[in-house]
Structures are given as structure tokens and as C-alpha cells.
């Protein structure tokens, strides 16, 4: 096992700036997610520290070693992609075993690190089957085991659920953690998926347009996101955000006075952003008055769609309610629960 550290990190296609300057810190053991939009740089940084892309400026250091100018074989990483990249006419036992007969492993010791992966992965019963007779979920479990075999100083993974039906990636989203948690290897995973970084990572680097917004664990990201792309981007459904001016200490918003939280900074004629999590709207007498658009019971709670002057804010209930679309509704947020951005710099205040 190895940190990872990456000093002024960029990438240039021609003219094109994709990674800028970028410094990161993954230590030793850590399950670090990267996440963020589509051509936020997030596989570009991850083919990078792979070696899969040459690098313009800055350092990546796996360990001790600069390994800016290593090819991926010396780099000691092992890398899992969303397309399982099997050999279709080899078994999975030579699938998983490749890399080591490559590197002139006897015969008999990459059959036992087959087996010994095969079985952490629950793959026994496959090893004598060819990729196309497995599920999707199989093969990329083998794919795992390929990676495991080699004994890496750093997993990289690239989108590896993407391919899997929904029910599929929550399973595997738990193999994958539970695998982490038992070889304790350095893991750098990347996803567009915000669920799956909250619920695997041990710390998001959240990036956007080559850069890094924020890294941090991912209750940390959720409670106290550092602006408000952070903001909408960490949390399902996503916090709603208001355009608001300060008068007289509070946020007037909406058609309504809201409460600036109890220690957050702000000045008279500010223009700010009032942000709240769903979960964190009640129904009230006073607060954002608007119409109900949208219903969506999902079982064990209800979103439910509020058009407030023409701009959607969505509530989540945890007990059942009686609410109808075209219903009239007032919302309000909880104390102390709301965000306070600056709305020139996007910059959370407080």
C-alpha cells in the first residue's frame, strides 16, 4: 500500500486546459472518490496517476517514487474499467491470472492467488467459465479478481457500475466497500454517481471544470459544503436555493422574511443565496407560499414539487401526507438548518 500525492497537477490537449493545478493527498489505506459532472477531469485525473495519460506540469507521487515518467506496468496499480476490458476467449481463471503469467509467475503460485481472489469474491464456482456465460455483476467481479491478484500499491477504479442495472450497482457498491474495509489497499474511484460517493468514499474530492471545489468526508461535504456548486451537486434531491437580499437581519426571499443562521456573517443589502436541504422544509403558516406541482411517493418517505414564483423547491416528508398537486402550500425552513452563499462568489458564508 502507497499515498498518493499530486503537486500542481495539469493537462493540456493543445490549447485546451482539462486539469488545472491541481493538489491532492490521498494516504495510505484511504477510499478516495472522485465525483463531478460530465468533463469535470475527474477520468483524466484518474488516467493520469494510471499512466494512460502523459502529464504537462506538476508531480504524481505514488509513495516515494515521481512516477510522472513510468510506464503503468512499474507504477504498481492495478485498474478496474466500467467496460470489464476480459479477454472473451479465456476462462476466468486466465482472465484473473494474466497479468502474473506476464510477469513469469510459476504455474502453481498464480493458481493459488486465483483461488484465494476467487473466493473473497465468491467467483469458485466460475473459474472454468468464459465471460460470456457470466452476468454483468460476474464479470465485474472478475475483473476485480484480476486486480486483486496482482497485490497493487493503489486500486484505481473508473466508473466500474455504470454498465449495471440499479439494483445490481447497490449491491455492488457494498462488495466493493466491504472489500476495501478487508484489504485495507488504497483505493481511488471515480463516479458521476454522488450516491455512491457518499456512500463508499472515505473522503470526495468534488471537481468541476479541471479543478477541485472541495474534499472532505462526505457528511462533512453534506453539511457544510464550501459553495454553492458543492451545494447542489452533494445530496439527492438537491438543496434548494433561493436569491435573496439581507434587510433588517434577514433573508428576504421568495415573498418572505427567512432567518439567517445564528453566527453567519452577512450585511445590510447583501445579495445572497438562501440554501435548504428537502429534508429540512415543514409545512407552516408563514414561510414560501407557493403551489403543489409534483407528488412522488416513494414508500418510506414523500418529495413533493412546490412552484414558488416560478422556480421549483422540492420537500421531502418522512411521514405520510395528504398532499395533492394544485394544493396550496406554505413551507418553511427549520432553524438554524439553512446555507447562506454570497451570490456574486457562490462562497458559503458563515
Known amino acids: 500500500m502507497a499515498e498518493v500525492t499530486i503537486r500542481d497537477l495539469s493537462k ?3 490549447g485546451v486546459q482539462v486539469i488545472k493545478g491541481l493538489n491532492l493527498d490521498i494516504t495510505d489505506g484511504e477510499f478516495v472518490v472522485l465525483v463531478g459532472p460530465s468533463g469535470c477531469g475527474k477520468s483524466t485525473l484518474l488516467r493520469m496517476i494510471a ?3 502523459a502529464v504537462t506540469g506538476g508531480d504524481i507521487n505514488i509513495g516515494a517514487r515521481r512516477v510522472n515518467n513510468l510506464p503503468p506496468s512499474e507504477r504498481d496499480i492495478a485498474m478496474v474499467f466500467q467496460n470489464y476490458a476480459l479477454y472473451p476467449h479465456k476462462t476466468v481463471a486466465a482472465n484473473m491470472g494474466f497479468a502474473l503469467k506476464m ?4 504455474a502453481g503460485a498464480i493458481r493459488a492467488k486465483v ?3 476467487a473466493e473473497v469474491l465468491g467467483l469458485t464456482p466460475y473459474l472454468d467459465r468464459f465471460p460470456r456465460a457470466l452476468s454483468g455483476g460476474q464479470r465485474q467481479r472478475v475483473a476485480m479478481g484480476r486486480a486483486i491478484v496482482r497485490d497493487p500499491q493503489v486500486f484505481l477504479f473508473d466508473e466500474p457500475l455504470s454498465n449495471l442495472d440499479a439494483k445490481l450497482r447497490v449491491q455492488m457498491r457494498t462488495e466493493i466497500r466491504e472489500l476495501h474495509l478487508r484489504l485495507k489497499t488504497t483505493t481511488v474511484y471515480v463516479t458521476h454517481d454522488q450516491i455512491e460517493a457518499m456512500t463508499m468514499a472515505d473522503k470526495i474530492v468534488v471537481m468541476q471544470g479541471g479543478r477541485i471545489e472541495q474534499v472532505g468526508a462526505p457528511l462533512e461535504l453534506y453539511d457544510r459544503p464550501a ?7 452533494i445530496g439527492s434531491p438537491a438543496m434548494n436555493m433561493i436569491e435573496g437580499r439581507i434587510e433588517g437581519g434577514a433573508v428576504l426571499a421568495g415573498g418572505a422574511r427567512l432567518a439567517v443562521p445564528a453566527g453567519v456573517q452577512v450585511a445590510e443589502g447583501q445579495e445572497v443565496i438562501f440554501g435548504i436541504r428537502p429534508e429540512f422544509f415543514r409545512p407552516a403558516a408563514d414561510g414560501l407560499a407557493g403551489t403543489v406541482a409534483v407528488v412522488e411517493p416513494t414508500g418510506s418517505e414523500t418529495h413533493v414539487v412546490v412552484r414558488i414564483q416560478g422556480r421549483d423547491m422540492v420537500a421531502v416528508f418522512r411521514e405520510r401526507v395528504t398532499i395533492r398537486p394544485g394544493d396550496a402550500i406554505t413551507l418553511a425552513p427549520e432553524a438554524g438548518a439553512a446555507h447562506i452563499f454570497d451570490k456574486a462568489s457562490g462562497a458559503r458564508l458563515g
Open 12 to 14: 493540456a490537449y493543445g
Open 227 to 233: 459553495n454553492t456548486f458543492v451545494a447542489s451537486f
Open 103 to 106: 510477469r513469469g509467475m510459476e
Open 115 to 117: 483461488e484465494r481472489a
Open 51 to 53: 499512466g494512460l495519460e
